[in-house]
């Protein structure tokens, strides 16, 4: 019978898509059985007060085992990372924190006999002479940074511990995720949220990759569905398990400044590419997702215009509020 899912961990939980991954979880697992955990940033108070919080870094198998023996955990959920252009600027890092981390993660996983642990991956997985276009799941894998490295090479842990252990991992390649609530660190996709916050604030953005660049998005509510509906997924209908693609929309840079000035017409952007450019060029512009879609039903509702305008609803209030950027601990 299929062990259930009870006491999850998250690790990475102050991060992007852990906090408010976090928040979901423990509003629907019940708030003392979602245990956040963070290394070095400050978590917010929301997240601090609405349940437990430790400081438990994924290089530390210790600590981990110690944090999950307390609380009883047995589901993981390694958001712990480094992203893409951090990862181009400390390679040795990212490759410690996205494979020693998720090692120690899956150890576990074996060792105390849990649940399920989900790792996600990311489109950096993909790389030259893959179809960039409605790029496969399955296609040649050559990532050129360090984090598609190292993502490549968590997809195959998961897929290994499943075969060799038994161990229930999965996980899901995630495109750019925008989002209004914590900022994102270190990622290509990053301009894709800043974007926003500088047509409220400036009414002018310096985007740091070209127009014409065009790479797969998915708002932050598809996200977190997409995560709670892999993890939920029944493990016996998974064919594939740590590398499902994730599609939701896909659009140029010059599209979502053209979307984001239908709201605010004076809006102006100029294009100032960095060494992300290389990175973007390298990526898939849209995903064929079929897998997912197949095997546990992924159906994303967001689109450019609908997460648009919601985004700039939240962030244009929080601007009139004088707090568009959150202060730490709010
Ligand atoms: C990044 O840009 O590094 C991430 C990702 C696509 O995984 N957002």
New binding site residues.
């Given amino acids: 019978m299929a062990k259930k899912i009870q006491k999850i961990m998250v690790t990475g939980s102050v991060g992007q898509i852990g906090s408010e991954l976090t928040l979901d979880l423990r509003r629907k697992y019940g708030a003392e059985n979602v245990v956040a955990c963070g290394r070095k940033t400050a978590p917010s108070k929301e997240l601090k007060e609405s349940g437990p919080f430790e400081w438990a870094d994924v290089t530390d198998p210790e600590k981990m085992k110690d944090v999950c023996k307390k609380y009883g955990i047995d589901t993981i959920i390694n958001m712990a990372a480094i992203?893409?252009?951090t990862?181009e600027k400390n390679p040795q890092l990212a490759w410690h924190v996205n494979v020693t981390g998720l090692i120690n993660t899956l150890e576990l996983a074996r060792e105390l006999e849990l649940t399920q642990v989900l790792c996600p991956s990311?489109?950096?997985v993909f790389g030259a002479g893959c179809p960039q276009v409605d790029t496969p799941q399955e296609t040649v894998l050559r990532p050129t940074t360090m984090?598609g490295v190292s993502?490549v090479t968590g997809e195959l842990l998961c897929d290994y511990y499943v075969r060799r252990y038994g161990v229930d991992a999965r996980g899901l390649r995630?495109?750019?995720?925008i989002s209004a609530e914590t900022l994102?660190g270190?990622?290509?996709?990053?301009y894709a949220v800043e974007i926003y916050y500088k047509a409220i604030e400036e009414k002018r953005y310096t985007c740091f990759v070209k127009e014409d660049t065009r790479?797969p998005m998915m708002y932050m509510p598809d996200c977190i569905q997409a995560t709670i509906d892999l993890m939920e997924a029944d493990f016996d209908t998974l064919e594939h398990h740590g590398d499902f693609n994730v599609g939701a929309m896909s659009f140029s840079a010059g599209e979502l400044a053209a979307a984001i000035k239908k709201h605010i017409p004076e809006f102006a952007v100029d294009y100032e590419p960095d060494f992300r450019q290389k990175?973007a060029d390298s990526?898939p512009q849209s995903l064929d997702d079929s897998a997912a879609r197949k095997e546990w039903g992924w159906k994303p509702s967001y689109d450019i215009a609908a997460m648009t305008e919601d985004m700039l609803k939240k962030l244009g209030q929080r601007h009139a509020a004088g707090n568009l950027y959150k202060q730490p601990g709010s």
């Fill in positions: 992203l893409s252009a990862g990311s489109i950096a984090y993502k995630y495109p750019g995720i994102p270190g990622g290509t996709t990053d790479l990175i990526w």
